[in-house]
């Protein structure tokens, strides 16, 4: 299954591996670029520049196939040291880098000035067009289905892709919902060249969190999620757990952000990756878990979405062909 995005990537499938935070490691990375697709690592999850050199240095010990890495820019009171990562992502000459978060026209242009091939993620057509217009080779658009930060719009994936899709050059990723080979076709229907998925390869055997991270993943519905943070202007949508409810409830009480800061404090959301409490903090997880229904490897994952595709489009076209059409 050839698209745009397997030829600029240099990738078998059209599938992306989401570049979440605490979860996208070398090893998953690699798993999921051994099996046909771009694994990516996240920049952010190493504690310093040097990690991340080290973690990328590990990544390519594992897979001698493309993969990236993820850099997030986000407002922080004490942000990472942004530009000293971007340096180590271009000094290892990673081929490809997803951008998120922020305005990412001053590291697009560095990127693009080493040749790597650069992918924005964003939640709107209006950001879309704007990556583009800075120079981003590839768009990812999340829909409101999407775990982390679906933007304040809340338009879903139905619509926001073809939106995106009529109005952009460059080739368009889709993401937020995707799980399967339904998924990648509906996609690729709605005028996208690939998916990125993330909740899905959470839940792979190569996936670093705790089995019971991921059990309670398979066990959920679309339905066990919670949109947090929203009166602020921040949404995030995560599991719904103890904790996450009690943030909606403060927050729409007429709290403020002080009075959830603990609540929704990173670090206790990295312990449930670790520990496996899923009542511990925040989590992010999407809608699509109610889609995921094993804990499979990421070869097993990727063969089993490309045959569905292909078994999905060679229905459709003997239902309906060609020759009837018009």
Known sequence: MQTRITELLGIEHPVVQGGMQWVATAELAAAVSEAGGLGIIS???????EALAAEIQRCRRLTDRPFGVNL???PAIDPPPYERYRDVIIAEH?????????NPADHIAAFRAAGITTIHKCTSVRHALKAQSVGADIVTIDGFECAGHPGEDDVPGLVLLPAAARQLEVPLLAC???ADGRGLMAALALG???ISMGTRFMCTVESPVHPDVKAAIVAASERDTELILRPLRNTS????NTVSR?????LTDGGTFDDVRELVAGARGRKVYELGDTEHGIWTVGMVQGLIDDIATCRDLLTRIVDEAAVIAHRQLAAFPLSQAG
């Open 246 to 250: 009690e943030v909606v409830a403060v």
């Open 176 to 178: 937020g919902g995707f």
């Open 72 to 74: 997030t820019i986000l």
């Open 43 to 49: 920049a952010l999850t190493q504690p310093t520049p």
């Open 94 to 102: 990673v081929p490809v880098v997803e951008t998120a978060g922020a």
């Open 192 to 194: 996208a060249d690939g």
């Open 237 to 240: 949508r995560v599991a719904s």
